[in-house]
């Protein structure tokens, strides 16, 4: 017997595939939106470190997937954060980390490693009195480049906000090499991990997946769908 037109069978090398362009541009929509939420970026507030003591001491700090490591020559209090009442808390109520000795070198990675996106560092000096500090700055790139930017902070209490918006960061390292103190208060980072990209197999098996589930559940009982629905990246 010769099999029907609607048999199941592999394409042929170089024959179309029977998938609509409809179903395809299902696929795609939904791989933008697979992609798209993955690109959001972190803030690291350290509020989990916020405390009602003078002050508390830290080192390494790991926040939100990120390593602050310090260089000073203890071991254990090189960084620190004032109570969250104090008069020198940057992040007043919360939690801003500071430099516990003086001239000292802070260092930013990924826990575990890997490359990251620096969109901005929140800086303030460690009395949050409007003192004059210079930082200086050390980008090092994935690539194995490296960039400094050396930048005076403002003379008003609080911290300022500096924008870098940086890509593929192996570590950012910083440090006051001039002014009142030596020290620096950081907070509010806003950074995000840059995740490996998927093969382009990949990508297309997962947009073909991504366009199978949708079709399934168009054809699907009204039941099946039920108690299912969350945001666009499959949370809350
Ligand atoms: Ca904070
Ligand atoms: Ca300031």
Do not use: K
């Amino acid at each position: 017997m010769t099999p029907g037109p609607s048999a199941a069978r592999p394409p042929l090398h170089g024959e179309p595939t029977l998938m609509s362009t409809s179903l395809i541009r299902r696929g795609v929509a939904a791989l933008a939106t697979l992609l798209a939420c993955h690109a959001g970026a972190t803030v690291v507030t350290f509020d989990e470190r916020s405390h009602d003591a003078d002050f508390a001491t830290f080192n390494p700090v790991t926040s939100a997937g990120f390593s602050f490591s310090n260089d000073c020559d203890s071991s254990t209090d090189c960084l620190a954060a004032w109570g969250r009442d104090h008069e020198y808390q940057g992040d007043p109520g919360q939690a801003a980390l500071f430099t516990n000795y003086w001239g000292t070198t802070t260092t930013m990675s990924r826990v575990g490693g890997g490359a990251f996106d620096l969109v901005s560092i929140d800086f303030g000096d460690v009395l949050n009195a409007g003192a004059s500090v210079q930082l200086s700055l050390g980008f090092l790139f994935v690539d194995g480049h490296s960039q400094v930017l050396q930048t005076w902070l403002d003379f008003e209490p609080g911290l300022q906000t500096l924008v870098f918006d940086l890509r593929g960061l192996q570590s950012v390292s910083w440090s006051t090499v001039d002014g009142a103190n030596g020290y620096n208060q950081f907070d509010n980072i806003v950074a995000s991990a840059v995740l490996p990209e998927p093969s382009a197999p990949l990508l297309v098996l997962t947009a073909l997946a991504a366009a199978g589930g949708l079709s399934r559940r168009r054809h699907g009982s009204p039941r099946q769908g039920a108690g299912r629905r969350g945001s666009a990246c499959g949370r809350g």
